[in-house]
């Protein structure tokens, strides 16, 4: 216990709330399914550190397996054949470049045509730390049929999501933010615990008919409500704060994403900002801009996110590459 | 090996089969289990060369895709299907058609799938290289060289630790997947979880067109096998008595102590690598290679010819592609 508490209070392990709800989801699940078994790399010893629950009810459907990330994910589909629902824990998101051909062309592949679709998760975290210790892959992913994707932003919405994903059949990508601080804007998980739907945003505030609609994801959710909260309880029409008042919208999912919803805000306010944690490049805010430009002509866009750039190993540097609160307060200000 | 009946082709596999791995090969019993008579085999060779042949016509025809055939090399599977249950599991690559006839995948919708229609096993959806029939415990194929190997190892690892029944997993791969990194992941992962799998390695000594001195530094593929600490065995894999007899062992030392196996079978490919590509070879090495056809000799049971024509008439009268029923 004295280990794990200076293992959370490590330098290397701050932000740990999501990581938290995440452990409870699946500790819970698998106490109600006896098919889910967690595989990974080092996955005895992070559950050991991260989730002890699981550790002590469950170690025996705790696998460790060898560092290759490839071999694993295919290893992972094999056993889901026969009905095992497997967590496959591949730790760094930058990792999921290792595991792409086992992902995009075992994993998505093989429920196509099966009557018994497996049920498969796959978790990695994306991290600060480097070019190839800091990338965020989850548009690559959105590409592929056979694949969902989920970024939660909240503890609580991470604790829905992975229910959804081990009860939902097919391969879901779900990705841990630890680039999220604890504290502010970080919903808990509550005592309603239950699962969130793929495809449903969150509104995380309502605006004002006419102002802008901010459409985020991951670590600029939080940025994004942490820029605007100044402005949060102002609700005075003629103060020259008026249209900082916007509506914000947490995808959540990646794919499928809720487009009935971002369409409905939309009508209301016309305006279109997307904030994304990601390269702007071929990232999830094209489609979602290239989508709405097409099926509603009259909304202007904006996007912000990161340059196509190698990601610096200072923490410092990383973070100037993603957008400020700053950048998001001018955005909102200059249409 | 014995002939009991004289001659007429039942034996047993009482055998002298060389222990190539490192250990003992005395401690288990090698006496048969299972009596395989030779015609039956040769009946299913036929089986998959005919309809091969047939449907290598409907492709140069323009009316068959893109297929890999088996010719040359059907012995290894099925002298390894004749050792195994119903009950067992089978992953493969892409050469799948053989595998499929030796598995017992019935020929309409298998014909039918490979022609694209919708009576095909998965509705015209999965055509050749991602076929399954899990009625028959054939799982699923995976075109991509290699890929089969760790997947295999996770279906034998479930069935170990999940399902937890005696049954074995049997893969399918050739020499040159050997070269990949998914068979060397997979490999270790088989060795590391000691799982019931049955790998067999379909040595043509070729890769696509590409001779083995561009992927194999070794002399024999089981080499690498063993590295990882998995008994191998080496066998003609033209020969299908010494294949089913090599098959029988190493499916029981797979079944008794739960752990993977290494079946080596070397053997010819008589045909090109698929219809899309030319193959290299000279038409004199493909005639002295043609001298180690599996089927040389011999006769092709009666009606066999009729009935797989009426299979393809029927298949190329049904309707075209479709979604399966109830999706």
Known sequence: MQLLEQQKKSPFNRNHAIRDAIGKAIYDQMGLDQSIHIFGEGAQVKVHYDAPDIERDFADRVHTLPISEDGNANFCVGASLLSIKPIYDLITADFLYRAMDSICNTAAKQNFLREDKSTIVIRSEFLTGGPTTGQRPEALFTHIPGLNVVVPSTPRDAYGLMLTALMTPGVTLFFEDRMIEDGEFNEKVGCVQEAIPFGQSRLCSMGKRGTTTILTYGLMRQVVQQALQPYEFNHDYYADEYPMLCDIIDLRCLYPIDWAFI???????????????????????????????????????????????????????????????EAIIDAIGRW | MTLLDGGRGIMTASVDIQWVGGGSAATLEASATKQICVSELQETMFRIRLLEDRLQQLCDAGLGADLHFSKGQEAICVGVCAALRETDYLVTHHRTIAHAVAKGVPLYPLVAELLGKADGLNGGMAG???????????????QLVGTCIPVAAGLAWAVKNYRKTDDIVVVFHGDAATANGQWHEGMNLAA?????????????????NVRPEHYQPVNTVSERARAYGIQTMVVNGNDVEAVSEAAQFAARYVRDRRLPFFLECNTTRLGRHKQGQGDLRTKEEMAELALHDPLRGLEAPQGLADEIEGIIQRALASPDEGWPKGR
């Not at chain 1, 490049?281 to 996110?305: D, F, N, Q």
């Not at chain 2, 590391?192 to 696509?208: D, F, T, W, Y």
């Open chain 2, 192 to 208: 590391i979880q000691e799982v019931p799998l049955l790998l067999v390695c379909e040595n043509n000594h070729l890769a696509g």
């Open chain 1, 263 to 325: 369409k409905k805000m939309l009508e209301r306010t016309g305006k279109l900002l997307i904030v994304e944690p990601d390269v702007i490049y071929g990232g999830v805010g094209a489609e979602i801009a290239a989508t709405i430009a097409e099926e509603m002509p009259h909304v202007r866009v904006k996007r912000l996110g990161a340059p196509r750039a190698t990601i610096p190993a200072s923490k410092s540097l990383h973070d100037r590459m993603l957008p400020t609160r």
């Open chain 2, 128 to 142: 050749e290289m991602h076929l399954s029939c899990l009625e028959k415990r054939f799982m699923f194929c995976w």
